[in-house]
């Protein structure tokens, strides 16, 4: 990737994730909206169904990541990847399109925290996929995760001992136990702690899970559906 493209996918984290808007004129697939160049006409005079699958193709390529650089003198820098949202910043065409991509921003529901409301509106009613992976705002994500547990189509959690807190993995077994789950598919806990849970007996009732990996804790479950699991 070229040093102009990188930084128009890469630029510093502001106060909302959603604010950061990249550069997009050295993004050399689309030129920029007033270029007046054939490319550029061309590019948006497609059907919208083909767009929607350029979408899906730089999703798959180019999700939203967030990365920490710390300088010599010890300053941590945390830096915004837009991923394939950089499209929506392109003209309103593509911004009026990629809004009803329901189904992406329901999958990269996770990667933005300080822009997880903003996502979760334009998931429409898309089942959502949460990602916990080890960051700062770790348990800050399973917080905003509980309001909209029964939505989850795709669980993965992955909880290294050294974030093993006992009381914030008791609540969240206990929510998956009290909550309904009726669009949960796919399932992959990864749960390490030398610490024992005493305080959670729990039974997970998912009826149309298919998928279940789980390493570490075990949580018993009900799944009359399931195709594979991984124990």
Request: net charge positive.
């Amino acid at each position: 990737m070229s040093e102009g493209r990188q930084r128009a996918l890469t630029t510093p984290a502001m106060t909302s994730d959603m604010e950061s808007t990249p550069n997009v004129h050295s993004v050399n697939i689309f030129a920029a909206p007033n270029s007046g160049t054939n490319e550029h006409s061309l590019f948006l005079r497609l059907p919208v169904d083909v767009i929607c699958e350029v979408y899906r193709a730089v999703a798959a390529i180019i999700p939203p990541r967030r990365t920490r650089i710390r300088s010599k003198a010890r300053h941590t820098t945390e830096y915004l990847n837009l991923g394939w949202i950089i499209l929506t910043h392109i003209c309103r065409r593509l911004r009026s399109i990629g809004l009803e991509m329901h189904t992406l921003w329901a999958n990269d529901l996770c990667y933005l925290p300080r822009a997880f409301d903003t996502i979760l509106e334009r998931a429409g009613r898309a089942p959502l996929r949460f990602l916990a992976l080890p960051s700062s705002d770790y348990w800050g994500m399973f917080d905003r995760m509980y309001k909209v547990l029964p939505r989850i189509g795709s669980l993965d959690v992955f909880t290294p001992d050294y974030l093993a807190d006992v009381q914030r993995v008791e609540r969240f077994l206990r929510a998956l136990g009290e909550l309904p789950l009726p669009n949960l598919i796919s399932i992959s806990f990864n749960i390490f702690s030398h610490q024992e849970y005493k305080n959670v007996e729990i039974q997970l009732h998912a009826p149309s899970l298919r998928f279940f990996q789980i390493e570490g804790l075990f949580v018993p479950f009900i799944a009359p559906n399931l195709q594979s699991l991984d124990v």
